[in-house]
């Protein structure tokens, strides 16, 4: 007879690092930590969060997972870190309280597209584009042309449906009306301080307040550290000297060409 095994931490908390731009990457990692969240029956998990933002759907598959984390009995509390902005709101809203230094940048709530009209460029090097396609706007945001007046209209529309969908998540999330949010959803950011006077983080305080907030929520020993799940494997080039600025450098670089002409929930200074 075959007897079925599950690691259970009952008297732990769980800690996921959401560190950097959030993109296809970063989904499956924390995905696969909550999982392991939900399987080990974690009373609580204390999330950390230092991101600009980055894709929409991304961000929206992780918010998703966090309240089913949530509807499943498990206490989530956000931790902002040095910047928690655009999609790293979408995420923590999701979290049953959030905590911010006074510092945090956050904010950001809004969408940005952006593509390139490299036209004059192209022209001047002497390269043209011949393109054959099956719809009138099957092209769109091609580099090698300006907008047409009806393409404008359509992304826009496109940016404004998104932008509905963050405000609403964002009202849900922090109990807010819809119309409150959109009074200081216009992609303007601010400090951590001025965050809470929003209503959009609970208190001030740093990872280590949130984790004793959520030692308390899941009624256990302040004095627990918790276990952090779904580290991102070490690359060798991070550990060469100067090999951590190269990493985000093209961490950059990645963020700017993959995502060229998708609509992004993230904070572009």
Same mark, same amino acid.
């Given at each position: 007879?075959?007897?079925?095994?599950?690691?259970?931490?009952?008297?732990?908390?769980?800690?996921?690092?959401?560190?950097?731009?959030?993109?296809?990457?970063?989904?499956?990692?924390?995905?696969?930590?909550?999982?392991?969240?939900?399987?080990?029956?974690?009373?609580?998990?204390?999330?950390?969060?230092?991101?600009?933002?980055?894709?929409?759907?991304?961000?929206?598959?992780?918010?998703?997972?966090?309240?089913?984390?949530?509807?499943?009995?498990?206490?989530?509390?956000?931790?902002?870190?040095?910047?928690?902005?655009?999609?790293?709101?979408?995420?923590?809203?999701?979290?049953?309280?959030?905590?911010?230094?006074?510092?945090?940048?956050?904010?950001? !709530? @809004?969408?940005?597209?952006? /593509?390139?009209? #490299?036209?004059? +460029? %192209?022209?001047? $090097?002497?390269?043209? *584009?011949? =393109?054959?396609?099956?719809?009138?706007?099957?092209?769109?945001?091609?580099?090698?042309?300006?907008?047409?007046?009806?393409?404008?209209?359509?992304?826009?529309?496109?940016?404004?449906?998104?932008?509905?969908?963050?405000?609403?998540?964002?009202?849900?999330?922090?109990?807010?009306?819809?119309?409150?949010?959109?009074?200081?959803?216009?992609?303007?950011?601010?400090?951590?301080?001025?965050?809470?006077?929003?209503?959009?983080?609970?208190?001030?305080?740093?990872?280590?307040?949130?984790?004793?907030?959520?030692?308390?929520?899941?009624?256990?020993?302040?004095?627990?550290?918790?276990?952090?799940?779904?580290?991102?494997?070490?690359?060798? !080039? @991070?550990?060469?000297?100067? /090999?951590?600025? #190269?990493?985000? +450098? %093209?961490?950059? $670089?990645?963020?700017? *060409?993959? =995502?060229?002409?998708?609509?992004?929930?993230?904070?572009?200074?």
């Amino acid at each position: 007879m075959i007897w079925s095994w599950r690691r259970k931490s009952k008297k732990r908390i769980a800690r996921i690092i959401i560190d950097g731009p959030i993109n296809g990457s970063t989904r499956k990692l924390v995905l696969k930590a909550v999982r392991q969240v939900e399987k080990r029956e974690f009373p609580a998990l204390l999330l950390r969060i230092d991101s600009p933002g980055g894709t929409v759907g991304d961000s929206q598959e992780i918010h998703s997972a966090l309240i089913r984390l949530r509807q499943k009995g498990c206490h989530v509390i956000a931790s902002f870190g040095n910047i928690s902005a655009s999609g790293g709101v979408y995420v923590g809203v999701a979290a049953e309280k959030i905590i911010a230094n006074p510092g945090t940048i956050t904010g950001s !709530i @809004g969408v940005i597209l952006r /593509g390139n009209n #490299l036209s004059k +460029l %192209l022209e001047r $090097i002497g390269i043209r *584009f011949e =393109t054959v396609k099956s719809g009138l706007f099957k092209d769109i945001l091609s580099p090698d042309r300006a907008l047409s007046v009806e393409e404008r209209t359509i992304l826009q529309s496109l940016i404004d449906s998104s932008y509905e969908q963050f405000v609403k998540a964002v009202a849900e999330g922090r109990n807010l009306s819809e119309e409150k949010v959109k009074e200081f959803a216009d992609g303007r950011v601010f400090t951590g301080a001025q965050a809470k006077e929003l209503g959009l983080v609970d208190s001030l305080g740093d990872e280590n307040d949130a984790r004793i907030l959520a030692t308390k929520l899941a009624d256990l020993d302040e004095k627990l550290q918790p276990i952090t799940l779904g580290r991102p494997k070490k690359k060798l !080039i @991070g550990l060469l000297p100067g /090999g951590k600025i #190269l990493l985000n +450098l %093209l961490q950059i $670089i990645n963020m700017e *060409f993959f =995502t060229n002409g998708q609509p992004l929930w993230l904070f572009r200074p």
